[in-house]
């Protein structure tokens, strides 16, 4: 389960909207519970979408974005846990593209959909390689503490 705080699904649709047409991206920093897919997300980093091809259906969080965050995060407790991007005017559902882009097996992959400029559906995936597939992971958001 990953655990989404209000605070950072509203970030996430703000970027998502304001990025519309185009993709949005950005890293999550959060803490693993035991070794399963228990994510607590604290804290998002949203990334210019520096993908070389058409921005409305790929996206590349910025290189240097990520390694200055590892670089911060060090061996502490919190990590780069996964990353988000939306899909303007498709549901949040990982297409071909993203399939090619699982770069780091153990990354939460949050998809977030944009109808019309508006934010709509999010949902979690992780990538399963025995199955060579994303599966879907439930995703709650809410306020910190509940
Ligand atoms: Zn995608």
Redesign the pocket.
Known sequence: MIRLPDPFFRTIADEAEDAYPM?CCGLFVGRRKDAGDDVLITRVQPSPNVAGGDRRG??LVDAKIQFDMMRELGDGPEQIVGHY?S?PDHPPR??D??KQSVYYPDHVWV?IGVEDGHAGEIAAYLFDHAADQFQQVDIVTGNPGN
């Open positions: 993709e790929s996206f991007h899909h990982p297409s593209r993203d998809i």
